[in-house]
């Protein structure tokens, strides 16, 4: 069965632009988890969803947001965005709430903030 | 709050000799889970260690679950090219089950 889907695989923004990130979990999976990954920070994690609500959430400002819907496809939106965003997205899901099972990732979406 | 530190930060090695690394936690965890990450590619879930003690092997690697709960080690034996790559640890947090990843091992094979 398909894998997990990250969509666009790569994408250039400018400060202050904002961005939307999309994923598509694998068939069945009702979870989907958002991390970012940076050389200084390594994997920190932003938020989980399950049954579109959101279930966890990491220390990110407001300016980070997420939603689910009912077929379990996630996006994650970035607003104003900062040089600092610079950073590989990683999406991944699972069966049921993370914490208790397997994630899969994606190959993620790598954002260049300018 | 519970954090996980990974040792070494880099290796280099030979191809065939075997390797070590150990993710420590000031707090204890209930699982933990040992991940490899290629160049270009997500983060791939190699073991996963659900009890003190527990010693579990995927071919090659093996990983252990510290008696304290506090720290995990992952041996691989005979390194080949294709182990090149991040290799994490991680865990669900005790108190909301955040998943937390270590900030990695990075490992290079020396041609």
């Known amino acids: 069965k398909a894998g997990v889907t990250q969509t666009p695989r790569y994408l250039i923004k400018t400060r202050g632009q904002q961005v939307t990130l999309s994923c598509s979990p694998i068939?069945?999976?009702?979870?989907v988890s958002w991390y970012q990954q940076t050389p200084g920070q390594g994997l920190q994690f932003l938020f989980e969803?399950?049954?579109?609500?959101?279930?966890n959430k990491g220390n990110f400002p407001g300016r980070f947001s997420g939603r689910q819907f009912s077929n379990s496809r996630s996006e994650m939106n970035v607003s104003t965005l900062e040089l600092g965003d610079s950073a590989l997205y990683l999406c991944?899901?699972?069966?049921?709430?993370?914490?208790?099972?397997?994630?899969?990732f994606g190959p993620g979406t790598r954002l260049t903030v300018l | 709050g519970q954090q996980l530190n990974q040792s070494p930060q880099s290796m280099f090695i030979q191809e065939g000799e075997d390797v070590s690394m150990n993710c420590t936690s000031s707090?204890?965890?209930?699982?933990w889970l040992w991940y490899k990450q290629d160049p270009g590619e997500g983060p791939v879930l190699l073991i996963a260690?659900?009890?003190?003690?527990e010693l579990t092997s995927n071919g090659r690697l093996t990983a252990q679950f510290g008696i304290t709960r506090k720290d995990s080690f992952l041996n691989i034996s005979a390194s080949i090219p294709s182990d090149v790559g991040i290799y994490f640890c991680?865990?669900?947090?005790?108190?909301?089950?955040?998943?937390?990843f270590g900030k990695g091992t990075r490992l290079h094979i020396l041609p």
């Open positions: 991944a899901s699972s069966l049921v709430l993370a914490g208790y099972n397997e994630q899969f």
């Open positions: 068939s069945g999976h009702r979870s």
């Open positions: 969803y399950f049954s579109e609500t959101q279930r």
């Open positions: 707090s204890i965890f209930n699982t």
């Open positions: 260690l659900y009890k003190a003690g």
């Open positions: 991680a865990g669900p947090r005790l108190r909301d089950d955040k998943i937390i």
